[in-house]
């Protein structure tokens, strides 16, 4: 996992270097300044006078001194414990040593902290007592600038009040950065064009570093006012692959920035002091990605997650990033939840639904014992009233499970301590239990639970970590009886993760978790309540004007725990799985409606020849084209054998064009007015045409005229759908009809009796409508954008979605009839999930796409201005454009094995197309 591997190269880092110090020597919000080469001087003025050769680290609130010899501790003197701080010799400080230097610091002090002996990781040794100590700079004329900074810093360790110290620190901070600027030098070219400048930290866990960030025409820099642990961080612009805005401290004053695709460690996360720098640096860099980058929504995720491109493990770690859930900020280390309830048995049987925790309760919830406990506490409590008194996921719970792997963490977090050896992860049963019966233990899991590196399970770094009750020591991870080896335990642990049942219930987890049942009554319905203070904008930091308060706030949340950035605000769909029965109670209505008995996949509904038309859709040729129209075309039908293609134009003519002959074999006019679609009843006896003269026209081709007429709308009649004797028709009087009656093969010349079946009201005029594959579904797309699904079974409205600015164009149902695409006058793709009527992807375009054909994954659309665009939906990008008709493309048929595609455009044309194999 990101954090275990970051942390080895760390430690590779050191060994190479043979450094012992980092940053986690520091305190919690303590900055490192600057370091000296110098001299410890042990027993100054006896015979047995010594130097300890090393290094003076100089940072906000204390003094640390890192010997060149690992066997020597590294010494750490708070400021706080500093009684007198000066120059050897002077100011009455030992001035009767006679061989006092000028270029010696004297620190006179009550409590030292040891640490690292022999370079061994283990809680500090602390010394107490009035003591001195001498350290000799080998630079003498440094001696005076070097106390006037630590009798600063001393002054601000010594205020009474937390935000008073913090105010000065800062301001101490500031004043180097303004005396400071970024070395152009370190510039990798000397052709580099400089954007722009500015301070900020970078941060990793536990611990910011102060420095300058700049950015250039092809490099991202960031240059640590100390020079730690490299003079200069550097990243190339053209190797980013994503960036994020962070909340850091509940401010939104972060940025990461990634050169991976999928990896959850980033290469730099930085923390700038204004909200305007961090986002001029974003736009930048975003601007740059734009040309050969696709930016991921959640929702896209979620087109990639259902179809099952993104595996659980995956779609989680995505979710957690778009959710400000960093492995650079332990405060907001990305979670993952218990998947797993049964850790005592000698098989684990992922077939058996009772392996698996409850993922539509939190943690807190599981236990109903505990949990009727807490709501009568609930009930009684003032507001603001919260279930739960500690979160789910906080620094202490992170490092409580990498303990043995990030061992400096949990010191620098516990000043020093690791935790009373009862207390620690000892267990994977005994923490499970814990956290169903304990009072105040509600923690979820974290990735590398379901990763493949062993490291956290395992005391490979032989730490002394303590001794329990019973006697025994600290040591490995006890593992549940089903698990052979630590490697055993995570491969049944991704298993199961990657269940059928957990497949089919992670989206009642990730709508406690990211989704609406994270806030709100929802929450309040689900047991799902926390403080107030971990939900984003939970607090408003700005509007606290006492110092000690803000600090003492942002303290508590930070080690509180935070909640995740909400990212859904609608039910989260469920993931389509092998064998999908039936959709969840919060559904309106019954899964047979919206899916067919032989739905099982998508994948089990592809052929293996539309699969490979698909994949070569970019390669789409044009094969011939016929102006046959005198205005533009507007719908398409072609005979079952392929030999006779159908148009209809506004010209208000229905023509009927052999392809074998490539001649014109009939032109028909039912009325003077425009006809806007047309298609073939099966058999391939009558056409249907739609008209704006309100009517729907049936026409004979083996009696070559018109054998019927319905007049069935009040205004004009956009699109009409046949499916199974049933005629669907969508009309400007904002009504969609839905007629029996209607056979495969009229009798003619009789009159046909049409009845009325349905009628779906909507408020404006409908442009277009769709059918599912077993006409159980019925979607619509109206002149002022809103998508509405419709139960055919019940003619009700399943979804009213608003998601388009203009007019909807064209709509349809993805083969599974699990999807549908819109497309709109304000150039969007939106794909919705049928079962909850959430958007899940989105696409824009530079102008509208008038028309298209889809598999689910990838979209064929005829634009505005006559170009064909091929769409990667689960990439979320523009594959191709390919140039066609002179005007705008207006309709578009695929054949049933998708080898041929027609077109029909505003330039009066029909195009053949094929694909190239």
Known sequence: MAFIRKKQREQQLQLYSKERFSLLLLNLEEYYFEQHTANHILHRGQHNERKISGSL?????????????????????????????????????????????????????????????????????????????????????????VVETLLQLHRASCLDKLGDQTAMI????????????????????VSEKLHMECKAEMVTPLVTNPGHVC????????????????????????????????????????????????????????????????????????????????????????LQWQRGHLSNYQYLLHLNNLADRSCNDLSQYPVFPWVISDYSSSELDLSNPGTFRDLCKPVGALNTERLERLLARYQEMPEPKFMYGSHYSSPGYVLFYLVRIAPEYMLCLQNGRFDNADRMFN????????CLDGATDFKELIPEFYGDDVS?????????????????????????????????????????????????????????????????????KAHNVFHPLTYEGGVDLNSIEDPDEKVAMLTQILEFGQTPKQLFVMPHPRRITSKFTSLPHTSSYNASVAFSPGDESFEDLTEESKTLAWSHITKLQLHEQHKIH????????????????????QDSTLKMFSKESKMLQRSISFSNM?????????????????????????????????????????????????????????????????WSGVPAEMPCPKRHHFDLLAELEHDVSVDTISLNTSSTLLVSGTKEGTVNIWDLTTATVLHQIPCHSGTVLDTAFSPDSRHVLSTGADGCLHVIDVQTGMLIS????????????????????????????????????????????????????????????????????????????
């Not at 032989?462 to 080896?485: C, F, I, N, T, Y």
Request: a negative charge; charged letters at 25%.
């Open 57 to 145: 680290k100089i940072c906000s609130k204390s003094v640390i001194f890192e010997p060149d010899a690992i066997s020597q501790p590294i010494i750490k003197i708070p400021l706080r414990d500093c009684i007198k701080i000066g120059k050897h010799g002077e100011n009455g400080a030992n001035r009767h040593f006679a061989k006092a230097k000028s270029g010696e610091i004297s620190l006179i002090f009550s409590q030292v902290y040891f640490i690292k002996e022999h370079n061994v990781v283990a809680p500090y040794k602390i010394e107490r007592g009035k003591m001195e100590y001498i350290f000799e700079l080998d630079v003498s004329g440094k001696v005076e600038d």
């Open 170 to 189: 800062t301001a101490i901070l500031q004043s180097r950065l303004a005396r400071t600027s970024f070395d152009k030098n370190r510039f990798q070219s």
């Open 215 to 302: 950015i250039t025409d092809t490099n991202l820099y960031f240059q640590p006012l100390n020079g730690y642990p490299k003079p200069v961080v550097q990243i190339t612009l053209q190797d980013v692959r994503r960036i994020y805005k962070r909340r850091h401290g509940l401010m939104p004053l972060g940025l990461e920035v990634f050169c991976t695709e999928d990896d959850l460690c980033s290469d730099i996360y930085l923390k700038f002091y204004e909200t305007r720098e961090r986002d001029d640096l974003y736009f930048y860099i975003a601007t740059y990605l734009e040309y050969h980058m696709a930016e991921h929504t959640a929702e896209s995720y979620t």
């Open 427 to 434: 267990s994977i049963a005994e923490t499970w239990k814990n």
């Open 456 to 524: 956290f399970l395992v005391n490979s770094l032989k730490l002394d970590l303590g001794k329990r009750q019973g006697g025994q020591m600290v040591d490995d991870v006890e593992l549940p009886p089903w698990a052979s080896s630590p490697e055993d335990f995570l491969q049944k642990s991704r298993g199961a993760l990657e269940s059928t049942y957990v497949s089919e219930h992670l989206h009642e987890w990730i709508d406690l978790v990211f989704g609406y049942k994270q806030k709100g009554s929802d929450a309040i």
């Open 630 to 649: 005198k205005e533009a075309v507007t719908g398409i039908a072609v005979s079952r054998n392929g030999s006779s293609v159908f148009t209809t134009s």
């Open 674 to 738: 425009a006809l806007s679609s047309c298609l073939l009843l099966p058999g391939d006896a009558t056409v249907v045409s739609s008209s704006w003269d309100n009517n729907v026209y049936f026409y004979s081709i083996a009696f070559g005229r018109r054998q019927g007429t319905l007049m069935g709308h009040d205004d004009a009649v956009s699109k009409i759908c046949w499916h199974d004797n049933r005629l669907y028709s969508a009309s400007w009087d904002s009504t969609v009809k839905v």
């Open 842 to 917: 989105s696409l824009t375009s530079d102008e509208p796409q008038r028309c298209f054909i889809w598999d689910g994954n990838s979209v064929l659309s005829g634009s505005q201005s006559g170009e064909l665009l091929v769409w990667d939906l689960l990439g979320a990008k523009l594959s191709e454009r390919i140039q066609g008709h002179t005007g705008a493309v207006t309709c578009i048929w695929m054949n049933e094995q998708c080898s041929t595609i027609i077109t029909g455009g505003e330039d009066r044309q029909i195009m053949f197309w094929k694909l190239q194999y």
